[in-house]
């Protein structure tokens, strides 16, 4: 499309269409000869586009923004450190990489073994929870809260492996270490006892001061730092104190090993025998008593014979009232073993955790008593002595008792004390070595007689004489507390 200008015949006139740039005057396109108004045909220029510069730039600087404020939600704050270690303006996976990657690569320069020699972190094992403790930087330091910027420093555990550090070391500064002997336990047969070895102290590398050495120089912010190489003591695996306390807790058990019913060692184990079943093993730097169940057994499959027995009936001797006087048979409970299965593993266990007391599970058959009543008379009348049980006459004699003026007490006594020999002294005589002397009165007893043989007629001074061998039977066969009746 063109534009149509005019223009009067009076002068030159510049015509401009929007904004563009100026034509020739018209003046100078007119044919002078025919005086008359004259249009001409001009080309138009196109319109320039407009141009929002203002807009654009505040789209930019809004998107920055917003940008900024985004990226403020995952951003660990300014100045925010985890044990020592900076982790600001990172994201969280960011600063786990980067304390793991700190730790890793820190060095520690060895000295005074020789020449210096450095292990990193790495291959000490230097190992600490990257992932929490990011995690924890950038909940108390996210950068969105300026608050929390340049805010305190969050702290780390961090630790060395002991078994890849021990490796790393030994392999750096050898002549440092040095193994150390440990205490050993064993049965000594000559005295029946566990005896103790002691242990040898080796030495080696202080890991806690190396650990704190470490943990500083990251806690500074340096990448390496120094550490005094040479050996210190260290302990045995197994010490001297450990081994003593497990040889005490196996002597404390070996006078009690044994099989029980209730509270009676039944069966009981010799000191040699429980150690043969027994072993003391250093485990993981601890002692472990063990106990074999297999050689157990064969003691197990021996208990039957040793537990079974038939019940064995009591017998006593009692008076009138039932009393006992003596126990002449004690009674014993008949029992059974009952399945001896599982039996040896059971006490492999109970041995292994210091108890050598089995109890073994029987079954019982009580036993029955049998009670005696014994008691004598003696009569005056018939110069004799009879002797009963449960009302049946078992034995009797002729005796001799007193005669006038040293008669013979009447009533009913019991019998006070046994004497086996003894002199006998009285106003006008002196008897030596009287034999089973058995007082029932005062001081008359029966007793043997080797002086005379007239028995059957009063003789005495107020005792029942008799035969020495009858008088030993009374003592043996009457207890004390037996009744004594003296009759005419």
Known sequence: MTDLVSAPNTGAQDIVADGA?????????????????????APSQPAPKKRHIGLWIG????????????ASTILIAPGTTVAGIPVGGMTAGMAADAISSHLADTEIVLSGAGSDVTVNGASLGVDTDAKALADAAFAAHPMWNLGSWAGEPIEAEITLDPDAAERSLRAAVPASYKDGVDAVVAFDAKSGTYTVTP?????????????EVFVAAVAEGKSSAEFTAT?????????????????????????????????????????????????????????????????????????????????????????????????????QTGRALGSTAGIAAAFAAQLGQGNGTYALTVNETPFATTALERH????????????????????????????????TRQGNFRI??????????????????????????????FHGTYWHNNFGNVMSHGCVNMPESAAKWVYD????????????
Request: charged letters at 20%; proline letters at 5%; glycine letters at 8%.
């Open 376 to 407: 004598a008379v003696v009569d005056l009348s018939q110069q004799h002595a009879y002797f009963y049980e449960n009302g049946k006459l078992v034995r009797d004699w002729a005796v001799s008792t007193g005669r006038p003026g040293f008669e």
């Open 231 to 331: 050996g210190t003591p260290v302990a045995a695996d197994i010490t001297s104190d450990e081994a003593d306390a497990a040889a005490a807790k196996l002597n404390e058990m070996l006078p009690t090993i044994g099989f029980y019913v209730g509270k009676e060692r039944t069966v009981p184990v010799a000191p040699a025998l429980a150690a043969s079943w027994l072993s003391v093993t250093p485990v993981d730097g601890d002692l472990v008593i063990e106990a074999d169940a297999g050689a157990i057994q064969s003691t197990v499959a021996t208990l039957p014979k040793a537990v079974d027995r038939a019940a064995v009936n009591a017998t006593t001797v009692v008076d009138s009232n039932g009393k006992v006087l003596r126990t002449l048979t004690d009674g």
């Open 21 to 41: 740039a100026p034509t020739v005057p018209l003046t100078d396109a007119l044919p002078p000869s025919d005086g008359a108004s004259h249009v001409e045909w």
């Open 477 to 488: 066969w009457a207890p004390d507390g037996f009744e004594v009746t003296v009759r005419q």
């Open 416 to 445: 006070r004390a046994h004497v086996a020999m003894q002199d006998m002294v009285g106003e006008t005589y002196v008897t030596k070595d009287v034999k089973w002397v058995t007082y029932f009165n005062g001081n008359q007893a």
């Open 59 to 70: 789209i930019g600087a809004g998107a920055l923004l917003l940008a900024a404020a985004g």
């Open 199 to 211: 242990a040898v102290e080796g030495t080696g590398i202080d890991l806690d001061a190396l650990t």
